[in-house]
């Protein structure tokens, strides 16, 4: 006790004989409360303590601390509305024609064919952590029914806050004053990030991104004004960026970057520790359900239901620098990155974007700490999608949307350098102008492929022809529009790439059965049913396949097979009453119809059924 009572006033009269200078009293009013105090400290090699005291001791800057808040709302509303407004237009522009896109790939299982569930009182709760997700097509549904375009206003609507939460964010990492808008301007247009905007589907991606950048928004806000209130802004903004993605759960990270960077991770531990508290929580809930992701791919694509390791000296480069290819020429944009299978040249390509990647990342720590930090972002925003155990894509457009802003940033900060030099300055603002106007266009051209499903698989067939699922659409659409010989091809290709995949399996045998060779179709349902015992779609038509024959007792055997695997079907207790009543069975073909009107009042075959047994 002694010994802390003595170091104290050893503490006191050091602040006491140490006094600050006049340059230095000059700088922290300039720069207080946009540099935080730590900052000032680091910068300028002054302890922290008297730092604060001189503010303490300042009225003017108290005041400027309390009331920044109000100055913050003016500098958004005032002097920069134009830029906002700027870069709205921008996101019209890239994106007005794919206003109206269609439902395609997970939207039409998600929506298009759910629309009963929207009636359901249980339907936000189905999965309880993308209850927000679930209220947002909730609310879509009630407004427009289904009307796509009413679905996809989320996705524009957390697109437009994902690039002016950029705008608000680059200010704390540097002082140019037409940086923000460069950076927001490429987040805003950049055929990447498309995929997240125009894709339904892939609205959780920007709903997430959105999210977490208001976290971190309100997390800097934090470390200039000192105002705890900010920290629970942040926390519960990074639990919204949560329930659209756990992908995101890697937040934490980034707040220490940030820390490790700009501020003292020791300091800051306890608020650092808020935010890890939150992501462990996430992750024991996301634990529950990775069995599910397993066996979800095992039945829907037809790989192994076991953990496959995917080797990470291979794998890290071919993602990180498919990523890097992409930013810089997005020519080969697809739903499915799946050709992974490269020539020794191109892994070697890929490699060195890599490598020459975290060569620059290390010197911009030495040279730059923004660009440092950003390029450390993407890094860190990539990681739970570059695990080796197969969960995820190797690449997707929509895993890098939120990291993305961190190359955003490196090539704005290299394109500043131009405009800043009084020499290069035209020919900066010209390669501004060209890449804005360049990825406008690629995004305006990628937006055509959303349109509709024929589009989308059509154009996801020429960019990845080695995915087993894209062939399985394509011979989904080649079907529907009659040709049947080139659906097979589609079908057996898809089969021949996934041998385990039974969608590809039970379309196979519809196009046998429409070409009358029902001996091979019924193969491939029983195939197709093996690998996966819930798709009831195939006993159903294995029945078909025997009530056409007159093979009553067989048909009954396989449509009581379809209702043990969905009971809930009103349809098929109808079908079960026709072949009862077709064998002669006429009291259980009333019990088969009755069981019909409880799952489904107007059924019209039921009624008719009722009336005709009861004549």
């Keep these: 006790m002694q010994t802390d009572h003595f170091a104290f006033w050893i503490q006191r009269a050091t602040m006491d004989t140490m006094k600050l200078t006049y340059s230095q009293k000059r700088y922290i009013q300039k720069h207080y409360p946009k540099e935080s105090i730590e900052m000032i400290s680091q910068r300028k090699k002054i302890p922290e303590d008297l730092i604060l005291q001189h ?42 024609n794919g206003f109206g896109a269609d439902f ?46 009413v679905f996809r206003i989320w996705n524009l609507i957390f697109h437009m806050g994902f690039v002016w939460m950029t705008y608000l964010i680059v200010p704390y990492f540097s002082k140019k004053k037409y940086l923000p808008f460069i950076v927001a301007s490429f987040a805003a247009v950049h055929p990447m990030m498309s995929e997240s905007v125009t894709w339904i589907s892939g609205g959780i991606y920007a709903q997430a991104g959105f999210g977490i950048l208001v976290s ?12 705890k209130r900010y920290i629970i802004y942040s926390i519960l903004a990074f639990i919204f960026a949560l329930s659209a993605s756990e992908k995101v759960i890697v937040f934490p990270f980034i707040i220490g970057l940030y820390e490790f960077t700009f501020g003292s991770l020791r300091k800051n531990v306890l608020i650092l520790s808020s935010y890890f508290t939150v992501s462990f929580i996430w992750g024991l809930i996301i634990l529950t359900r990775i069995q599910e992701r397993i066996e979800y791919l095992a039945v829907s694509q037809g790989v192994s239901a076991k953990v496959s390791i995917e080797n990470p000296f291979y794998q890290i480069p071919s993602a990180l620098g498919t990523y890097l290819k992409l930013f810089i020429w997005p020519r080969h944009l697809t739903l499915y990155q799946s050709e992974f299978r490269f020539p020794l040249i191109q892994f070697l390509f890929l490699l060195s974007l890599t490598l020459l990647f975290f060569g620059v990342v290390i010197v911009s720590y030495r040279k730059n700490k923004s660009v440092f930090f950003w390029l450390c972002f993407f890094i860190i925003t990539l990681l739970p999608t570059l695990n080796p155990f197969g969960l995820s894509w190797i690449v997707a457009e929509r895993y890098s949307y939120l990291g993305s802003i961190g190359l955003y940033f490196a090539l704005s ?17 010209i390669i501004f102008t060209v890449l804005l106007l360049s990825f406008s266009v690629r ?50 290709r898809a089969i021949e790439l996934s041998p385990g995949y039974p969608d590809a399996h039970h379309n196979l045998a519809n196009i046998f059965r429409q070409a009358g060779k029902v001996e091979e179709a019924e193969k491939y349902y029983l195939k197709a049913a093996e690998l996966n015992p819930a798709l009831w779609q195939s006993y159903q038509n294995i029945a078909a396949i025997h009530f056409e024959q007159q093979d ?15 009971p809930d079907n009103p349809q098929l207790y109808a079908n079960l009453a026709v072949v009862y009543r077709s064998e002669g069975n006429n009291e259980q073909a009333l019990q088969a119809f009755r069981k019909t009107l409880e799952l489904e009042p107007t059924n019209e075959v039921a009624l008719q059924g009722i009336k005709d047994l009861s004549q």
């Excluded at 189905?126 to 375009?149: D, H, M, N």
């Design 55 to 96: 503010i303490t001791n300042n009225k003017r800057l108290v005041l400027t601390s309390e009331e920044n808040t109000q100055e913050q709302s003016q500098f958004i509303f005032k002097e920069h509305i134009p830029y906002f407004i700027l870069l709205l237009l921008f996101i019209i522009i890239a994106y007005a």
């Design 413 to 429: 900060v290299l394109l500043y350098k131009l405009i800043d030099s009084k020499i290069y300055q035209t020919v900066g603002y």
């Design 552 to 566: 009553f007792e067989t048909a009954e055997k396989y449509t009581l097979k379809a209702i043990e695997v969905y």
């Design 104 to 149: 395609v790939s997970d939207d039409v299982y998600a929506i298009l064919r759910n629309e009963s569930a929207f009636n359901e009182p249980g339907y936000l709760f189905t999965v309880p952590t993308f209850i927000i997700r679930a209220a947002q097509y909730l609310i879509s549904y009630k407004i427009g029914g289904l009307t796509p375009f």
């Design 443 to 492: 995004t305006i051209v990628r937006n055509i492929d959303w349109q509709n499903e024929d589009k989308l698989w059509i154009a996801t067939g020429k960019a990845s022809p080695s995915d087993p699922k894209t062939h399985n659409n394509l011979g989904d659409y080649y079907a529907r529009n009659g040709n049947l010989q080139k659906a097979a091809e589609e079908f057996s």
């Design 216 to 227: 971190l928004y309100f997390y800097l806000r934090f470390k200039s004004q000192k105002l």
